[in-house]
Every structure is written in structure tokens, then in C-alpha cells.
């Protein structure tokens, strides 16, 4: 680990001891606001990066840039001006492929360039586990047309799923029950896509009775480590709810567990990945997987386990040894969705009424602009009842918060 020179405002200078490291957080939404806030707790320096002004985790880090991530040139210029001793990317629409060169220039990507440039994809997270390593996933074809996205159906069938191949917290996601369902389809997965990739997969449906969130810490200097399972519902393909633990056969844990640890160990690095199944009677499907913080995860931090996911994330990005996760309370979350387009600044009102509620709490994001089911803040809910209780007094509590 490098010691920096780091000159303030006044132009006096600091000295960072050995352990304070320059983290590059590339993607500065509500998931790297509760990474810079686990950060700043272990001591690090943040910079903070996305492509508008006062994103959420902007508000918490040292600095910020606003750029086109996407932009190749633009990731090399603050690359080269920061010079981080960590890479660590929360979003997918990033020009991923530069990582690999960032490597070679003796940078560290979180958890690893292949990680990331692969999961940034759904092609090719999903080659890799259905065609490398053989794990069982839904049937499925890759469409880059109308006609391609046609063809795909008849071959996996209706009803199917059409997502875009890159694409973030359900965007673009629907499902095709009819013929009539195709274009229509078809432009909302464009509509969706994030970056200038023109491209969906269409899956086939599976008749699932659950699906799950398994978070699974990966350590350079450590086992691979699993949290207690996540449930969560979707709506428009976006989390609405998650609790843990999700109540599950231990048989169907194992293989999910054995499943996480395959797909993670082909990809490389330490982190905290939010790996997807869905679980049926046929048994457990791997859905997809994210090289960070996942949304559903946002239930930890009702205090469910040892660590949050965030700070499992910094711990093992730091290389600081994590050596279990325990189940400390049961835990649920609910989300607080704006139903508006407001260019300006939030307002938020039924604070104290969301606050009459024991063993609950509420997080605001901060974001500066709200959209129609835009996500802007999450209602937690811990105890001792069983987690279908929680998750009614969570939806209870984020029912009461109004965004103006």
C-alpha cells in the first residue's frame, strides 16, 4: 500500500499513514453511498464518481468527478489523475473493457477485470456459468433485432423473460405471453439498456417457487464466505421487498452455495457478490450475478448479520479478514418509490409518522431528481417475529414516507 502526499484546500499538506488507501468508486448511487460510509469508518479516502452532479454517495465521499463512464478516454484521464490504489465499480455502465488495461498498468479492479467486464453483461455471466461451468440456468437465446428477438421465442417458448444485456434494477425486464407481447418487448428492453449495447437475452419462464439473493464474500486472503439467504419480491423487475434469512432446504442452500462458489472462483478477486437463483421443484437455477453490493442486500443493514454487505465489501477489498457471518436477528426491507418526475430537489414527508414504529428504522438516499418508481429511500424492520411479520411492518413503515 502506497503513503500519498494529499494537499487540502488551504494548499497545507497531510500524509496518509500506510493503511488509508484511494478508493476510485465508479458509480455513486445508494449501494456506494453505504460503501463510502464503510470505508470512511475504516479509515480510507473516497472519490466518488458518476455521470451527475450530487449523486448519493457524492454527498458522503472526499471528492467527486462527474463523467461519461461509458467514455474510454474520460475513465483513463481520472484513472491517470487519481491514481487509486482501488478500482471499484457499483454500476454496469461503465467501459468495462478499459479495466483490463488498468490491470496491466498495475491497478487494482474490485474484485477483478474479468469479474467486472464479464457480470456488466448478461452474455457473458451467462455463457460462462451454462456453457464453461455447466451450472443449470433457464433456456435461452441472444437477440440483437426484432426478427433475432422473434426467432428466440420460438425456441424458448411462452411465456419467456426478455431483458436487455446490460441493464440495471429491472429496467427493460418483461415477459412475453403472446405474440403480440414480442415488439412491444422488444422496444421497452431498448428503452432500458444502459450503455450502447443493443442487445437482449431472451429466457425461458421458470416455474420457480422462490428466488433468492445469496451473498457470497470472496477474500484474497480468506475462505469464501456465504450469508444466510435473502427472499425477495419483484415488481417491473425491481426489488420491492427482500427479508432475511429466507427459510429454504438445506439441500437447495448447498447447491446454491456450491454454485456461488464455482461461478465466483472462475472470475477472480475479493469482494461481496449478490449471486441470483431462482429455486423450483426441479431445483436451483442460477438467474444472474452482480460483483458488489446488491439492492436486496440493503436488508443488512437492519442489523440481520455480523457485518452489512458494505462493509463486508470494504473488509474484503482491504484485504481485512472477515472469518464468519453470523445470523443475528431476523430482517426485512421495504422500498420508497417516487411517483412523479421532479427535476428538483425531494421533498419527503410522513418522517415522524414513519418513526412510531418499534424495531424499525428508514434510510433517505439522497438522490436530487426523483422519476416514476424511482427508488429513494428503504424502510427496515428487525426483531424476533417470523420474517413475513417484518416485512409487513418494513412495507408498513415505507408506506407512511411521501416523496414530493
Known sequence: MKNRILFTQEGNSSYFCEMRNKILLLGSGELGKEVVIAMQRLG??????????????????????????????????????????????????????????????????????????????????????????????????????????????????????????????????????????????????????????????????????????????????GNTLFCPPIGHRQERGDYQESWQPMAMDVMHLNEAEEIANKVTKALGGSGIWGVEFFIGKEGVYFSELSPRPHDTGMVTLAGTQSFTEFELHARAILGIPVLDISLIRNGASAVVLANKENNNFPNFTGINEAANFKNTAFTIFGKPTTRPYRRMAVALAYGTENTSELVEKAKEVAGKIKVS
Open 44 to 221: 480510507q479516502y473516497v472519490i466518488a464518481v458518476d455521470n451527475y452532479e450530487n449523486a448519493p454517495a457524492m454527498q458522503v465521499a472526499h471528492e467527486y468527478e462527474v463523467i461519461n463512464m461509458l467514455d474510454g478516454a474520460e475513465l483513463d484521464r481520472i484513472v491517470a489523475k487519481h491514481n487509486p490504489d482501488f478500482i471499484v465499480p457499483e454500476v454496469e455502465s461503465i467501459r468495462t473493457e478499459r479495466f483490463y488495461e488498468y490491470e496491466k498498468q498495475g491497478f487494482t479492479v474490485i474484485p477483478s477485470a474479468k469479474a467486472a467486464n464479464f457480470t456488466m453483461n448478461r452474455k457473458a455471466i451467462r455463457d460462462l456459468a451454462a456453457i464453461d461451468l455447466d451450472v443449470k440456468t433457464a433456456k435461452y437465446k441472444y437477440a440483437n433485432s426484432y426478427e433475432q428477438l422473434k426467432e428466440g421465442v420460438a425456441f424458448t417458448g411462452m411465456p419467456c423473460v426478455v431483458k436487455p444485456l446490460m441493464s440495471s434494477s429491472g429496467k427493460g425486464q418483461s415477459v412475453i405471453k403472446t405474440e403480440t407481447d414480442i415488439e412491444k418487448a422488444w422496444n421497452y428492453a431498448l428503452e432500458g439498456s444502459r450503455g450502447d449495447l443493443m442487445e437482449v437475452i431472451v429466457e425461458a419462464f421458470i416455474d420457480f417457487d422462490y428466488e433468492i439473493t445469496l451473498l457470497t464474500l470472496t477474500q484474497n486472503n
